[in-house]
Nanobody
């Protein structure tokens, strides 16, 4: 049974930093593309960043230079370091795990429950 457990969400002021964590179980961590997605109020879920087992990384243009995704294979955990946070970063942040061969559609993988990030101006 796949489990993805996110943590680290908080209410912070604009310009501050925050780090999210996602611990995975029930998957072969190295075979999965691990990603962070977010859904803001009244918006659709969107990709924030994702990282393959080999370390290849994609970022949304809106977070490039501010967010950093990383993975710790020993802990089956991914992180999202967020700096220079903006009010528009306010969203429910979800962790996703999907096999590399299915990574064209994250809905073919598994989702966590989400962790709320709220950035005040």
């Amino acid at each position: 049974q796949v489990q993805l457990v996110e943590s680290g969400g908080d209410l912070v002021k604009a310009g501050r930093s925050l780090t999210l964590s996602c611990v995975a179980s029930g998957i072969v961590f190295s075979m999965n593309v691990m990603g962070w997605y977010r859904q803001g109020p009244g918006k659709e879920r969107e990709l924030v960043a994702r990282i393959t087992g080999g370390g290849s990384i994609d970022y949304a243009d809106s977070v490039k230079g501010r967010f950093t995704i990383s993975r710790d294979s020993d802990k089956s955990t991914i992180y999202l370091q967020m700096t220079s946070l903006k009010p528009e970063d306010t969203a429910l942040y979800f962790c996703n795990a999907v096999l590399l061969q299915k990574s064209h559609d994250p809905n073919l993988g598994s989702w966590g429950q989400g962790t709320q990030v709220t950035v005040s101006s």
